[in-house]
Nanobody, 121 residues
Framework: QVQLVESGGGLVQAGGSLRLSCAAS????????MGWYRQSPGEQRELVAH???????NYADSVKGRFTISRDNAKNTVYLQMSSLKPEDTAVYYC???????????????WGKGTLVTVSS
């Protein structure tokens, strides 16, 4: 069973920083793209940042210049460094990844259970 487990959420004051981590575990062949999404109460889940297997990144306009996504392929882990946090960044942050379970099958998408980030004003 493949699992994505997030960590690093919490309460932080506006202007502060947090780093989220997401580790993939279980039996699989390789990891393709990885990303972070977030969802606030009453809102739809939105893409925050995305990183391909080759390391190309893209960000939501609302976080450009403040958030940085990176990955450590040896650890099957993706990170989200969040700086200059704003109250509107408050949300549950979800890790997402496309993973090849075997080399013969198409990549499947997996989601973590989410980690809460609360930014106080």
């Amino acid at each position: 069973q493949v699992q994505l487990v997030e960590s690093g959420g919490g309460l932080v004051q506006a202007g502060g920083s947090l780093r989220l981590s997401c580790a993939a575990s279980g039996s699989f062949f390789s990891i393709n793209a990885m990303g972070w999404y977030r969802q606030s109460p009453g809102e739809q889940r939105e893409l925050v940042a995305h990183i391909t297997g080759a390391g190309s990144t893209n960000y939501a306009d609302s976080v450009k210049g403040r958030f940085t996504i990176s990955r450590d392929n040896a650890k099957n882990t993706v990170y989200l460094q969040m700086s200059s946090l704003k109250p509107e960044d408050t949300a549950v942050y979800y890790c997402h990844s496309y993973i090849f379970v075997t080399p013969l099958n198409n990549a499947r998408d997996y989601w973590g259970k989410g980690t809460l980030v609360t930014v106080s004003s």
